[in-house]
């Protein structure tokens, strides 16, 4: 039986340049037994559906981009995923949005190299359109990680928004979720804004929470989210940094 495809990884195929040294190494996640879209390695990216028994709380990060996700799958035309600007090589994850639905999609994409990335192997037989996906990179360990906003459209379609869109997710029922910034300065993070609200209103498990990060400064910032449950005091944090593009 097939599992539902829900959180996790981005992988691509490379049209532009060559991994070489940063070939792609897959993760030690269960593919699903039988299944042609199990995740496993798929040429130059790492790609599929998976087993996971994963069932605590947490509040995560699930996509970066510029501009929000638009393509159609019956088009069958690859994504193109690049990181506009970035020197840096970047490793690249995309996730599905719908809780208990285990898809990853997992690669590094080279510095200025352009990724092509097909939707027929995995995406369409598993219907994860563009509302049911989140696509991120980052550089640094995971632990410390600098999110950096990608790229994504469709081959020979126009480039999307310049705007920077995050995107976090609760795995619980909320009835409240805040975000702030700081800048970073000599290599800390300063003093935190104000809370701002994510949501306005209490939300379901699983419902992903846009943020427009378009009026923070250019440069690395550092990001901060918290979420408490509708019934619970205590509140689930999530925080790393973000480099937000030139205006």
Not at 96 to 104: D, H
Not at 119 to 141: C, H, N, Q, Y
Not at 191 to 195: F, L, S
Not at 212 to 215: A, E, F, V
């Given at each position: 039986?097939?599992?539902?495809?829900?959180?996790?990884?981005?992988?691509?195929?490379?049209?532009?340049?060559?991994?070489?040294?940063?070939?792609?190494?897959?993760?030690?996640?269960?593919?699903?037994?039988?299944?042609?879209?199990?995740?496993?390695?798929?040429g130059?990216?790492?790609?599929?559906?998976?087993?996971?028994?994963?069932?605590?709380?947490?509040?995560?990060?699930?996509?970066?981009?510029?501009?929000?996700?638009?393509?159609?799958?019956?088009?069958q035309?690859?994504?193109?995923?690049?990181?506009?600007?970035?020197p840096?090589?970047?490793?690249?994850?995309?996730v599905?949005?719908?809780?208990?639905?285990?898809?990853?999609m997992?690669?590094?994409?080279?510095?200025?190299?352009?990724?092509?990335?097909p939707?027929?192997?995995?995406?369409?037989?598993?219907?994860?359109?563009?509302?049911?996906?989140?696509?991120?990179?980052?550089?640094?360990?995971?632990?410390?990680r600098?999110?950096?906003?990608?790229?994504?459209?469709?081959?020979?379609?126009?480039p999307?928004?310049?705007k920077?869109l995050?995107?976090?997710?609760?795995?619980?029922?909320?009835?409240?979720?805040?975000?702030?910034?700081?800048?970073?300065?000599?290599?800390k993070?300063d003093?935190?804004?104000?809370?701002q609200?994510a949501?306005?209103?209490?939300?379901?498990?699983?419902?992903?929470?846009?943020i427009?990060?378009?009026?923070l400064?250019?440069?690395?910032?550092?990001?901060?989210?918290?979420?408490?449950?509708?019934?619970?005091?205590?509140w689930?944090?999530?925080?790393f940094?973000v480099?937000?593009p030139?205006?």
């Open positions: 039986m097939r599992p539902s495809c829900a959180a996790a990884l981005l992988c691509a195929c490379l049209l532009s340049a060559p991994l070489g040294a940063q070939e792609v190494r897959c993760d030690a996640l269960t593919p699903v037994k039988g299944s042609s879209t199990g995740y496993k390695k798929r130059n990216r790492c790609e599929g559906v998976y087993v996971s028994n994963v069932g605590s709380l947490s509040l995560a990060a699930m996509s970066f981009t510029l501009g929000a996700l638009h393509f159609d799958l019956k088009s035309a690859p994504l193109e995923v690049s990181a506009p600007g970035e840096d090589a970047v490793n690249l994850r995309a599905a949005m719908p809780l208990k639905t285990y898809y990853r997992d690669t590094v994409l080279p510095p200025r190299a352009v990724f092509s990335w939707v027929t192997d995995v995406l369409a037989p598993e219907g994860l359109s563009d509302s049911r996906i989140g696509v991120f990179g980052w550089k640094g360990s995971e632990q410390e600098i999110l950096v906003p990608l790229r994504v459209a469709p081959h020979g379609s126009a999307p928004s310049s920077p995050l995107t976090i997710q609760t795995s619980f029922a909320a009835q409240t979720v805040k975000w702030r910034w700081a800048p970073v300065v000599k290599g993070c003093a935190p804004g104000t809370w609200d949501v306005s209103r209490p939300i379901a498990a699983g419902w992903p929470i846009a427009d990060l378009s009026k400064p250019s440069g690395t910032q550092c990001f901060e989210a918290a979420a408490q449950s509708a019934d619970s005091t205590g689930t944090k999530l925080s940094r480099d937000i030139p205006r």
